[in-house]
């Protein structure tokens, strides 16, 4: 929605990891592309059948864009939507929260997330420009968006630092009471940490195997979901994944960037430049029906063979549950996505422990969410 941001994460993929193509983009969308993308929606529906759909907005920063904006793009994509449910969410960093802001996304029952990765020392990464901390803007944030009537708090989104223990961030996520939290991997490609990779790949394993086990622990987080364990706990019963984490390499989204210009995911950019020739789809909302753009995207994924199985998970246990791992952590410019992901011996060490853990609540020994 908003290519900018008011925050300089020094982990933030947009700006801080090699590709600069957002140099090149507007600072954000506009009214007449949410109108275009509300035309597209609706023309997806037609085809498809379907009456739902679920539209996220994430920057940068969507909240620079400010009360008026924010509900001009909402209202336009809606304008073209009739019959067809428009379920709002936004991703924001809450600093610039306010009463107006509140009242705009109560009106669209926007859906909010926040992003925060724990206490004040765990957020020492997310500082603003000058290189202040942003930890108290984002409490208060959060604090407004709770306390206001009618506006919706979706939970809260934590990248992940090994330094931090779990133990303290699992504790602290919990404390705000959000609905749910997502857990994010650093997005770290093999050409990123080279030598490094089992190491990390093990400290990933030990943070995620620490953080499960406290979640489960407490019986009075049972209603708060964390979307990625969760999945570990019942892919390693179903065989079914749900989150980008693991899984099959198949479309379920589609990324339309502040242009109007379909992106495959935009989290490759973490690869760093050469991420662009597996991310462009070279379509539009202006030119290409989110039918065809689903065709381009699978294309794309086939050229780039990112829709299967690395050769190195050939022999895997796991292999039809992870699927190699999350797309970014599976680059390097040598070998492209034919590779395990960076963190494939962490990944292992959490599916084993969900497994025991799934062992021992089917024996009634012990709980699970």
Request: glycine letters at 8%.
């Amino acid at each position: 929605m908003a290519a900018p941001c008011n925050l300089a994460c020094t982990y933030c993929y947009e700006y801080f990891m090699g590709d600069e193509s957002w140099k090149k983009k507007p600072k954000h969308f506009t009214e007449e592309l949410a109108y275009a993308l509300g035309s597209r929606i609706l023309e997806d529906s037609k085809v498809t059948g379907k009456t739902s759909f679920n539209i996220v907005a994430h920057g940068g920063e969507p909240l620079l864009l400010g009360a008026k904006k924010i509900d001009g793009i909402f209202s336009a994509i809606r304008e073209n939507m009739s019959g067809i449910t428009a379920n709002f969410s936004l991703q924001t960093n809450a600093t610039l929260v306010n009463e107006e802001i509140c009242d705009v996304l109560a009106k669209h029952n926007v859906l909010i997330g926040v992003s925060i990765d724990g206490d004040k020392k765990h957020n020492s990464r997310r500082k603003d420009h000058v290189g202040a901390s942003t930890f108290d803007r984002t409490i208060s944030g959060i604090n407004l968006i709770k306390k206001k009537r009618n506006v919706r708090f979706g939970g809260v989104l934590c990248v992940i630092d090994f330094e931090n223990s779990p133990e303290d961030v699992i504790e602290f996520l919990c404390g705000l009471n959000p609905p749910s939290i997502d857990l994010l991997q650093p997005f770290v490609s093999h050409d990123s940490v080279g030598i490094f990779r089992k190491e990390v790949s093990e400290k990933l394993g030990d943070w995620m195997v620490r953080a499960m086990n406290k979640w489960l622990s407490n019986p009075d987080w049972a209603n708060i979901r964390i979307r990625v364990l969760e999945d570990a706990l019942k892919s390693v019963v179903t065989g079914k994944p749900t989150t980008d984490w693991f899984g099959p390499r198949r479309i379920r989204y589609l990324i339309v960037e502040t242009d109007g210009r379909y992106d495959l995911l935009d989290q490759l950019k973490a690869v760093g430049a050469t991420s662009i020739g597996a991310r462009d789809v070279r379509a539009s909302i202006l030119d290409c029906s989110l039918q065809e753009a689903r065709r381009k995207t699978q294309r794309l994924l086939t050229e780039h063979q990112a829709d299967r199985l690395p050769d190195d998970c050939a022999q895997c246990r796991w292999k039809q549950v992870c699927a190699g791992g999350h797309l970014p952590s599976r680059y390097s410019v040598r070998k492209k996505f034919n590779n395990r992901s960076v963190y494939c011996e962490g990944i292992q060490a959490l599916f084993n422990a969900a497994e025991i853990k799934m062992s021992e609540f089917i024996l009634g020994k012990g709980n699970v969410k």
